[in-house]
């Protein structure tokens, strides 16, 4: 009979798993990882050994999951970590999943089928022809919003703004980006989402007459991005975390060192190959219009990464706003660490996560952007932290005028 609970199947004496496929319960289930990347779908796989519960797939049926704590360990207390947001309370299931099946793949002894998110119903979307004029210059997170309100996504709660004062253009759509025309209603979200990013120096929320926000900011041209994803259930979550605010409490500390490393350890990667911290633009329409603008800071440390680029507009305030972009938003190089996890699948996407790093003797703070958990006899949770790039021309021709 259909129900909104599933059957409760335990993993093992800490987690358990209630499935549903179009209302009715799920048995059998022997596995279940999730996939889930920020401006993505999260994918689903389940695994399953039984013939009966094979008759009840179908391509297009509706799959809830909620996966979480046993219930005979639901009472037990997480201890606070000094330092960090572990222990506080949270949502009680970060994990659950609503999504509809995209492949099956059955056979004698075990099936597999997967299922993505609602996100993936924004990519299968009809092509439209989203104008400048459908929106005007409003917030962008306002229109990002109104793109998502589609196929039974929730969107109730997103409330916020890009945090600029309203009569300045920053965190305003603008007719002059290079993201409108024919297309899914995903690749219009992805397009705009690259051009939302603000430094919180200069937004309402980190202004202050007493406090200068320099004080409190590990950079003095921070540049925080926005992300997209629906982490829990049905829900659209649009978060900008701020890793340079050194008030920010991570949710986990993790060194080499930690008990709860599995698998390969503590994986980093810094890698200055996307570096740009000199940045030349002259102009298609009129070759003897440049404009060039270097980082100081950044040449001194990294030594000199110049890039040159051709833009299409003549105007050199324009160009100077598109170089300054580029520039803020790669001039460091790319950092990104991969762990294996036991008893982080709580930690969710946009969390920050504080990484010591002993050979390079640092200490920093950097985004979930990707995360895995595998569900056999025992849950490992995989997660990547740091940036999610763009290349430069890609995003010159976002910000093209």
Known sequence: ??????????????????????????????????????????????????????????????????????????NKEIRFEEGTALGLVGTPNPNDFYGRIKIIKPGLQRTTFTAMDLVSDLATSRIEDIKFQDYGSQDMYMVAKDICDYADIDVRHLDDSMMYDDNVKQGKLDKQFNIYGYQTKKSFLDKLFNQMSLNPNDTNTYKSASTPSQSYMSDPLPFVQFYYAIRQGKQMDFFAPNRFDKRQK??????????NIVGQGLVGSIDSSTIVNSV??????????????EDGASMAKYGIFAKNFVFDDADTTTMNEAAYVILQKMKEPTK???????????????????????LLGTKELFPVVEKQIAVTDRVITKLAIGSASIEPKDLLELVQR
């Open 1 to 74: 009979m259909p129900t909104n609970y599933g059957a409760n199947q335990y993993v093992n004496e800490l987690y358990n798993i209630r499935a549903t496929i179009d209302g009715i319960e799920l048995p059998f289930i022997t596995g279940l990882s999730f996939k889930h990347k920020v401006n993505s779908s999260r994918v689903a796989t389940v695994t399953l050994e039984n013939r009966e519960a094979l008759e009840m797939l179908r391509v297009g049926a509706v799959v809830t999951i909620d996966f979480g704590l046993s219930d005979a360990y639901a």
């Open 336 to 358: 990104t660490y991969t762990m294996e996890l036991t008893g982080a699948e709580w930690v969710g996407l946009g969390d920050l996560i504080e990484v010591h790093s002993p």
């Open 280 to 293: 030349t633009i002259n102009s298609n329409a009129d070759p003897s219009r440049k404009v060039t603008i």
């Open 250 to 259: 991570a949710v986990l500390k993790v060194s080499p060192n930690e008990a």
